[in-house]
Structures are given as C-alpha cells and as structure tokens.
C-alpha cells in the first residue's frame, strides 16, 4: 500500500498561514493526493485534491513537489474553525479508490 | 451538510444484540462507503458498494454486513455484538468507485455504543 507520513500535531496562531505537510516516496504515477480534514464529532470532509500541479480552492491550496514524493496543504489564514485533523490520503485506482486514512496531524489553532 | 444521511446519530445496545445502521447517499451518488472509527483504531475502511454490487472490502468483520438497495440506500448489519464494537460509523458516497480524482461525501456518523 502506498502509504503517507504526517507530523501528529502542529500549532499555529490565528489569522497565520498554515502549511501541513505530508510524505509520500511510494506514490505511483497514478494516485492523487487526497486532503480531508475532521473536526470533532463530525465525520471527514474533503478539502482537496491533486495529481501533479498545484491546486488552489476556497478553503485550501495544495502544492505538490516535482518529483510527487511530498505536498504540502497550505491554510491560507487559519481561523479557530481549522481547528481539526487533517488527513493526507493516496487514492489508489487499483485499490477501488477508497480512501485509506491514516493518523493524520491534529491541528490546533491559538487565538 | 455533505448530503448523506445516516440513522441512527446515537445507538446503546447491548452485548449479544444486532444492530442496523442506514445510510442514504447524497442524490445521484452510486458508490457507497463504511468506515469505522474507534479511538484505538482510527478510521478504518469496511466495505464499499456500487450501484448495489459488493465493490471492495476491507477490515470488516464476518459478524458484520452489508448491502445497498435498489434505491441506492445502503444499510450495515452488525451482529452478535461485543464491547469493543464500540465506535463511529460512517457512511460515505460518491458518485461512482472508479474515479480516482473524485471526491467521496461522508455522513455524520452513527454512533454505537455496546454495554
């Protein structure tokens, strides 16, 4: 399985940019990078996702390195609501393309 | 809200019993998804369905079942059950299993809670 690494846990201070990062060296040419973020008692939600350039949406920018083996989810402004885990996911077509999480990085926001 | 409805929110049964959790996915969604969740296990894939027909499998145990109907709506069977079943149940939707770029919805969760 081709398998992410994330820090448990970072801290940032409110209204800073926040850049999460994630290891993936055994990502093959054909998994996108998955972003999903859980806030307590609620169940993931989706925030991003990439194959090789770097995307930008509304709660989030994605930057992808040349070589795939890493990203990085960049919050643009972190708010208390950001406050949450953040799971960077392999979605993996020859695996059904379900998601497999792993311990993702617990996010706490300091007002 | 991401469009998938789950129920119940809360369930307290007892050790023994069987339970049904149900899951109605987002509108037009095909592909259904339940993930377990406990606090020593993290979230963790049971079993996924397309368009009623079983798509993949993962951790989920032989006491435990599911299937999707003809409406697309999708229920989870969890029989003969222990204390350490204990955990969120999430159902997911999206719109079809074979789009590795596509986004997958996931409800709010049924939480059980075996005594």
């Known amino acids: 399985d081709a398998k992410t690494t994330q820090p448990n846990s970072m801290e940032s201070n409110e209204e800073e940019p926040v850049h999460l990062p994630c290891n993936h060296s055994?990502?093959?040419?054909?998994?996108?990078i998955h972003w999903y973020r859980q806030l307590p008692s609620q169940g993931p939600e989706y925030v991003i996702h990439?194959?090789?350039s770097n995307v930008n949406n509304r709660m989030a920018s994605l930057a992808i390195a040349e070589d795939r083996k890493s990203s990085t989810l960049i919050l643009h402004r972190a708010t208390l609501r950001d406050a949450a885990v953040y799971y960077c996911?392999?979605?993996?077509?020859?695996?059904?393309?379900?998601?497999?999480f792993g311990g993702g990085t617990r996010l706490m926001v300091k007002p | 809200d991401s469009g998938v409805t789950q129920t119940p929110k809360h369930l307290i049964t007892a050790t023994g019993q069987r339970v049904t959790l149900r899951c109605s996915p987002r509108?037009?969604?095909?592909?259904v998804y339940w993930y377990q969740q406990s606090l020593d296990q993290g979230l963790q894939f049971l079993i996924q369905?397309?368009?009623?027909?079983?798509?993949a499998k993962g951790n989920i145990l032989e006491r435990f079942s599911a299937q999707q109907f003809p409406d697309l709506h999708s229920e989870l069977n969890l029989s003969s059950l222990e204390l350490g079943d204990s955990a969120l149940y999430f159902c997911?939707?999206?719109?079809?299993?074979?789009?590795?770029?596509?986004?997958?919805?996931f409800g709010e969760g049924s939480w059980l809670t075996v005594v």
């Open positions: 997911a939707s999206s719109v079809a299993p074979g789009q590795a770029g596509g986004t997958i919805y």
């Open positions: 509108s037009g969604d095909l592909s």
């Open positions: 990439g194959l090789t």
């Open positions: 055994t990502i093959s040419g054909t998994d996108y």
């Open positions: 369905y397309y368009n009623g027909e079983e798509r």
């Open positions: 996911i392999l979605r993996e077509s020859q695996r059904g393309n379900m998601l497999t």
